[in-house]
């Protein structure tokens, strides 16, 4: 089907451009015949009067016999009584070819007609001289140049038109043949690849043309398109290990209960359940915000004072941690107040999770920017290991732990709150500890920055 599409685009293409030299070849065609016919019929005039001439000189010498002998112009002479005097051999016995005369002082008049009683069922054209002396009219009549001016010059025409318009058609199906190759190729490439052959891609034309620019375009969204392929992969590997790890130390404690129910402390398997439902609801509520946050962009947004949202988060939470703040005042942007809350939070509980005994929170104005910080006094992150923390489910080796590791999805929900809000979230340096830096616009960008499914801006 695609072949048949394929040809039929060329085949298109290639009539099309046939049909149009054709055209022009046949509006030129038509001007070279106008040319040729103009000149033609002037030229014949010239013949015709030549031979009126001529006979005119026979009048004038008084020599001009009753039969005219003279090449293949019609000639009669008429006198002023409007008698035929003489004629040529083809016009013997037959009436006046013309009976009009030159106007005023003109010696000559020259006329096409269809309507000669001397030539029915033809277009002539006639020329009549005065001979002054005498008073005597010369008419010398030959057929019209037809249209086409001679049948050899119009089926040299029509066959270099036709020729011109085939090499056209030609020239413009390799033409097109030779343009559509690379899309070609790009369609069959892009056919044969699948979710599970993403790892092909389409061939890149030498020539630096929009063919090369749409393949590297092509290419480079096939890039874009298995990195997120591939992150989704292990996205659901690694929640579906995660789900999996509290499920089976439920399913295990359950199973040892029932071995030995006279044995089970059951107030303390109880609390070990709930422990672990715990840690399973945490796990799904921050896949769900995740779901939320990959589907729609940032909604219900409001004015929100930064430094006034730091302290009424900080005042409702349990600090495990002592938390010191350093808050400028009317620091205000534009975005939703609970997923900014979720930012602070997630970045606090992360802070309180490796601080020896301190989390510094502070908000300020820095330029156009909100600039939110916090850092722990912990042991700090490794610089080549700052940007896989932001990575779905990954947690570093001093945070493994099931009950104080967390569900290895708050930074990257963090950092995917603040690239809807159009800012950003790193980890820069810092003397002690890690220190998370959130940046923020002030205003409201024209158009929000949505990070990619691996959490990571671009």
Sequence with gaps: MRLRRDWSVRARMSLLSGVVIGLLS?????????????????????????????????????????????????LQVVDARGRIVAASEQMIGKPGMAYFIP????????????????FPHKCVMVVALRVSARQEIVY?????????????????????????????????HRTVSKAIKPVDDVVHELAEI???????????????????????????????????????????????????????????????AQLHPDETDWPK?????????????????????LARLDSCPTSNKERVDLSELVTSELGRRIAKQRILTNLQAGVAITGNRLQLSRLLTNLVDNAERHA????TVSARRNGDEAVLEVQDDGPGIPSDQREAVFDRFTRLDTARDKETGGTGLGLPIAREIAAQHGGTLTIEESQQGARFVARIPLREP???VTAPADGRLQ
């Design 26 to 74: 046949l509006a030129f065609c038509w001007l070279i015949l106008l040319g040729l016919h103009s000149h033609a019929m002037s030229d014949r005039a010239d013949r015709i009067l030549l031979a009126d001439m001529r006979v005119a000189h026979l009048i004038a010498e008084n020599e001009l016999p009753p039969v005219i002998h003279y090449w293949a112009t019609a």
């Design 194 to 256: 699948t979710a599970t052959d993403l790892g092909r891609r389409v061939p890149v034309p030498e020539h630096h043309d929009e063919m090369r620019g749409l393949a590297e375009t092509v290419n480079q969204t096939l890039d874009r398109l298995e990195g997120a392929v591939e992150q989704q992969r292990r996205f659901a590997s690694d929640a579906s290990h995660d789900l999996r790890t509290p499920i089976t130390a439920m399913r295990l404690q359950v199973e040892e």
């Design 356 to 359: 020896a005994s301190t989390v």
């Design 103 to 118: 106007a005023g002082q003109s010696m000559r008049a020259m006329r096409v007609t269809c309507s000669s009683p001397a």
């Design 140 to 172: 010398g009549a030959e057929p019209v140049v037809p249209w086409y001016v001679h049948q050899s010059l119009l089926a040299t025409l029509v066959g270099g038109t036709a020729l011109l318009a085939a090499a056209a058609a030609i020239g413009a």
């Design 269 to 289: 398997m109880a609390e070990a359940q709930e422990a672990s439902l715990d840690r399973l609801e945490a796990i799904v509520t921050d896949l769900l915000t």
């Design 446 to 448: 024209q158009r929000l």
